[in-house]
């Protein structure tokens, strides 16, 4: 079974508008921590926010929040006011068990990506 | 704060000969670091985790002798593709785990993309 399910591989949206991208996560341990980065065609990952599972509030980080519903085990990424910069493909991740481990060896679980793409 | 190098960014090789890729972390010291393979259009695949002064650990299905990971420092990884071949061409990235603010993050590196010829 999949740890991380991104069910949408591409998504529209319109310069200005918000937008929510999709991350389901499955996992039987208490703590764990959920990411979220952003690839651009250039490769590189770039982080956008984190959130714990003990954490009590949505994270969020200027125009990124992060709507986590943890009976849901989702963790949602929703964008404010798109930017044409923010086209790139979008992965959520997860860190089983508390920090100093996870998983097998601490790495991080990605699922499949949502290529976001900002129209002008 | 928490920077991964990873050099070089692209490289081009010829068949049969091995390529040699190296993450550093700048600004701190990364016990542990992650490799992890991506072909066009699909997520991180984790390869292997080298641990500093150990013995990589592969994952099931990666063939150690052909992806030989040191990681002799604190602050040096590498990994070599050894004997390449074409279907050995796809996006190399590194990953740190480093502790800052009480928390746990992950830094990347740039990214390699290798091609086999």
């Known amino acids: 079974a999949q740890k991380i399910t991104q069910t949408q591989p591409g998504m529209f949206v319109q310069e200005k508008e918000a937008v929510t991208l999709d991350c389901t996560y499955d996992t039987s341990d208490q703590s764990y921590g959920l990411f979220w980065y952003k690839q651009p065609s250039s490769g590189e990952m770039i982080f956008l926010i984190y959130q714990g599972s003990y954490d009590e509030q949505n994270a969020t980080e200027g125009r990124y929040s992060l709507n986590f519903q943890k009976a849901r085990k989702s963790a949602n990424l929703v964008i404010s006011a798109s930017q044409l910069g923010d086209s790139a493909m979008y992965f959520c991740?997860?860190?089983?068990?508390?920090?100093?481990?996870?998983?097998?060896?601490?790495?991080?679980?990605f699922g499949k990506g949502t290529k976001l793409s900002v129209k002008p | 704060g928490a920077v991964v190098s990873q050099h070089p960014s692209r490289v081009i090789c010829k068949s049969g000969t091995s390529v040699k890729i190296e993450c550093r972390s700048l600004?701190?010291?990364?016990?542990?670091m992650f490799w992890y393979r991506q072909f066009p259009k699909q997520s991180l695949m984790l390869m292997a985790t080298s641990n500093e002064g150990s013995k990589a650990t592969y994952e099931q299905g990666v063939e150690k002798d052909k992806f030989l990971i040191n990681h002799a420092s604190l602050t040096l990884s590498t990994l070599t593709v050894t004997s390449a071949h074409p279907e050995d061409s796809s996006f190399y990235i590194c990953?740190?785990?480093?502790?800052?603010?009480?928390?746990?993050?992950?830094?990347f590196g740039s990214g390699t993309r290798l091609t086999v010829v």
């Open positions: 991740a997860m860190r089983e068990g508390p920090g100093n481990y996870g998983g097998s060896q601490g790495n991080l679980i």
């Open positions: 990953s740190a785990r480093y502790y800052r603010d009480n928390n746990y993050g992950y830094t």
């Open positions: 600004d701190f010291q990364a016990t542990t």
